[in-house]
């Protein structure tokens, strides 16, 4: 009973690890369709967005008024994830104006159609924590060494098993054929007897 109970835990949390492993390696990699995945760094967008949560983006070919956006920064460096307030044009090109929903202000600089990423689609609360962490050295090494360690112990486990269980199998057949040649020695000793 104990022991479905530990393995049950066991593998949830290898499940958790696993999920944060793959969605660490989806927002280092392209994913199909384009979509990209961010963590939400501060607080500038709550309540809609709070810190800590995962956002999933996707390239749209227009944005609006109203859209969360995920934009680069200026410097390519970073980016931010604010609301469209206001559309405008400059030179035939459009540019856009955004703002953090907690902020009291927009944001001074224009934001450009190629400087966006995506518009949000997706949020999921808190998740966004564990995801960072994993991309740090010791996260990773624990996202990664943690399910190997008890995927490779539960593996050879279950293969220790499988190699005692033919060896008791090969015992039973060994004492049996023993019996059986016992047996067949005493009729043949019999046989030869009554001769």
């Not at 060494?145 to 486990?157: G, L, N, R, S």
Request: glycine share 8%; hydrophobic share 40%; no cysteine.
């Amino acid at each position: 009973m104990i022991g479905k109970i530990f393995k049950t835990i066991l593998n949830t949390i290898l499940g958790i690890l696993i999920f944060i492993g793959i969605l660490v390696v989806f927002s280092f990699l392209k994913i199909p369709g384009n979509y990209k995945i961010f963590t939400v760094q501060s607080g500038s967008m709550e309540p809609a967005i709070h810190t800590g949560s995962l956002i999933f983006v996707k390239p749209l070919e227009g944005y609006k008024k109203g859209d969360i956006v995920t934009r680069t920064t200026k410097d390519g460096k970073a980016t931010v994830t604010h609301r469209i307030i206001e559309e405008a044009e400059e030179k035939g090109e459009v540019y856009f104006k955004t703002k953090g929903d907690a902020n009291d202000g927009g944001d001074t600089e224009k934001v450009f159609a190629k400087e966006i990423i995506g518009k949000s689609f997706l949020v999921v609360p808190l998740l966004g924590y564990p995801v960072n962490y994993a991309k740090t050295p010791v996260g990773l090494v624990l996202i990664i060494i943690i399910p190997a360690v008890v995927i490779i112990y539960d593996e050879a486990q279950k293969i220790k098993a499988e190699i005692l269980k033919k060896i008791d199998y090969r015992k039973r057949m060994k004492k049996r054929e023993e019996t059986l040649n016992n047996k067949n020695e005493e009729k043949n000793e019999e046989t030869q007897e009554k001769i």
